[in-house]
């Protein structure tokens, strides 16, 4: 492949990684909310979500998704209907008694890493990211498919985004265990953390 293509997609991506958008909100959200391993398994299952983006993509799906171009709308509604029942749960949590709401802020990773990757897999900026700006960097003729130079591409981006949505992660959780002093403060947090899903939500629905 084309070396100075591939640093010129590198720093095009991390440009656009840097730019705050649903997935590092997402993060945020989460990080802030229950603290740094939670947001470390959000940012896991981000970046699971567009290991699976990449597959597809080398695998045609991308070009299918173009061929029918309500199926991205219909990812847009899903995504975002999913956000806001997480958001829900999470402000929800805030009409119990403070105790019960502390005991049921942090989740099992598990769940988390199942809800972070399916909130990747339902936000359609992945998948344009797949249908406008790596075809712009894979060249024919240069005896590598274009499969696998279409899955370099979307590795090269996963790896961006655990990097800085983990430094992203481990930032918000030190400021949020930093201000969660009291069972006030922390109802407080989650307060914030389940309206900045709500905002993930309406991010998700601008997405185009």
Request: charged fraction near 10%.
């Amino acid at each position: 492949m084309d070396t100075r293509l591939l640093l010129l997609f590198l720093g095009m991506d991390l440009l656009l990684v840097c730019t705050p958008g649903p997935d590092m909100l997402y993060v945020l959200a989460r990080s802030l909310g229950q603290g740094r391993r939670t947001g470390l398994t959000a940012v896991a299952g981000i970046c699971a979500g567009y290991a699976v983006h990449t597959v597809l993509a080398a695998a045609g799906l991308a070009a299918a998704l173009q061929a029918v171009p309500a199926a991205l709308p219909a990812m847009r509604y899903a995504g975002a209907a999913y956000l806001v029942f997480l958001a829900a749960r999470t402000l929800a949590a805030l009409r119990r008694p403070a105790s019960l709401a502390a005991g049921t802020s942090a989740q099992p990773t598990g769940t988390v890493l199942r809800q972070s990757l399916l909130t990747s897999l339902l936000n359609p900026k992945g998948v344009l990211l797949y249908l406008s700006l790596m075809p712009q960097f894979i060249t024919q003729g240069t005896g590598v498919p274009l499969g696998v130079q279409l899955t370099a591409l979307g590795l090269l981006h996963v790896v961006n985004c655990a990097l800085l949505y983990g430094l992203v992660a481990v930032a918000t959780a030190r400021a949020g265990r930093a201000m969660a002093g009291t069972p006030k403060a922390a109802r407080r947090i989650s307060a914030v953390s389940g309206t900045l899903l709500l905002v993930v939500a309406a991010a998700t629905l601008g997405a185009h």
